[in-house]
T-cell receptor, first 112, second 112 residues
Framework: DAGVTQSPTHLIKTRGQQVTLRCSPKSGHDTVSWYQQALGQGPQFIFQ???????QRGNFPDRFSGHQFPNYSSELNVNALLLGDSALYLCASSYQGSETQYFGPGTRLLVL | AQSVTQPDIHITVSEGASLELRCNYSYGATPYLFWYVQSPGQGLQLLLKYFSGDTLVQGIKGFEAEFKRSQSSFNLRKPSVHWSDAAEYFC??????????FGAGTTVTVRA
């Protein structure tokens, strides 16, 4: 049973560029959440997608957007990248009605 | 607003010794509480969770945690630490608003 998968594993971008990160949830899960983990800190909630809609959002600017597809996979898009966007981006999946989230290995983004 | 405090940034323990990691939370209703472990460069692995019922919960890898409502705490323990337990540990609180709030983490070093 495959767990949560994310791609790519690493990414280097320059300031002002745009980036798209991808996530496939654990089999049987229909809900995807995204978190940002800066170096030396705990993960911070960005948003959650269920039924292809964003249903909860953390304290992140509109430069951060997402999408969920009919097969429950998800994308995180970040526009106009800033140096401060350098972080590990974690995707977590769960199924509706459960509070337990399972995390993928993350995508490490470096903005130069 | 929900929040988590992990008072210990770094703990060093000898192999075979016991380990206790502290976690204090703030949440307006009945919380869902979690402990996750993160090895270097990896995602988060769920160790255990508390939703309701017995306040002492057992998890994987020999870990347990005790929920104390009066102290707003959810401390993680392991009776005998193995070298492979060296990692970063995160406590998280969630509820019916779909997101998890994490503490800043505690780094555990195991000495031979």
């Amino acid at each position: 049973d495959a767990g949560v998968t994310q791609s790519p594993t690493h990414l280097i971008k320059t300031r002002g560029q745009q980036v798209t990160l991808r996530c496939s949830p654990k089999s049987g899960h229909d809900t995807v959440s995204w978190y940002q983990q800066a170096l030396g800190q705990g993960p911070q909630f960005i948003f959650q997608y269920y039924e292809e809609e964003e249903r909860q959002r953390g304290n992140f600017p509109d430069r951060f957007s997402g999408h969920q597809f009919p097969n429950y996979s998800s994308e995180l898009n970040v526009n106009a990248l800033l140096l401060g966007d350098s972080a590990l981006y974690l995707c977590a999946s769960s199924y509706q009605g459960s509070e337990t989230q399972y995390f993928g290995p993350g995508t490490r983004l470096l903005v130069l | 607003a929900q929040s988590v405090t992990q008072p210990d940034i770094h703990i060093t323990v000898s192999e075979g010794a016991s380990l206790e990691l502290r976690c204090n939370y703030s949440y307006g209703a009945t919380p869902y509480l979690f402990w996750y472990v993160q090895s270097p460069g990896q995602g988060l692995q769920l160790l255990l969770k508390y939703f309701s019922g017995d306040t002492l919960v057992q998890g994987i890898k020999g870990f347990e945690a005790e929920f104390k409502r009066s102290q707003s705490s959810f401390n993680l323990r392991k009776p005998s630490v193995h070298w492979s337990d060296a990692a970063e540990y995160f406590c998280a609180v969630g509820g019916n608003d779909y997101k998890l709030s994490f503490g800043a983490g505690t780094t555990v070093t195991v000495r031979a």
